[in-house]
């Protein structure tokens, strides 16, 4: 089995890096992915913008979906002291809330469900599988 290691973990952040030079791109410029403008807007447009190379990465793994499939693009280049400061707002919000994290996921916030009862101390979970009608 594979070790899972977290984004934040130091064996992450002691990898060199050895930047290429390659530009960002703006994905609304093209149009083979469908892109997500109304959640992630900013002055910039930052959001909407990917490495040249992981942009073809994505147009090649598209080209791999069953006819009617198709990626949808929500967000790409986040400025670090942006996409940081961003999430410790959000984390703290959605805590004050009640909601827990799941750690490996920074946008995987639970409530009322297993994984929230075992970590709040719940006896039981509130929320069980559905189906939606």
Request: hydrophobic residues 40%.
């Amino acid at each position: 089995m594979t070790e899972i290691v977290l984004m934040s973990d130091p064996k992450v952040a002691a990898v060199p890096v050895r930047e290429c030079g390659e530009r960002l791109v703006d994905v609304r410029r093209d149009s083979r992915l469908l892109v997500d403008e109304r959640k992630w807007q900013d002055s910039a447009g930052a959001f909407a913008h990917l490495r040249e190379g992981a942009l073809d990465r994505l147009h090649k793994a598209q080209a791999q979906l069953p006819p009617g499939m198709r990626l949808l693009f929500v967000e790409g280049y986040r400025p670090p002291s942006q996409a940081r400061s961003h999430r410790d707002i959000l984390g703290t919000a959605l805590t004050a809330a009640g909601l827990v994290n799941y750690p490996t996921e920074w946008w995987h916030w639970s409530y009322g469900d297993r994984y929230w009862a075992l970590q709040t101390g719940a006896a039981v979970a509130r929320y069980g599988p559905m189906v939606l009608d």
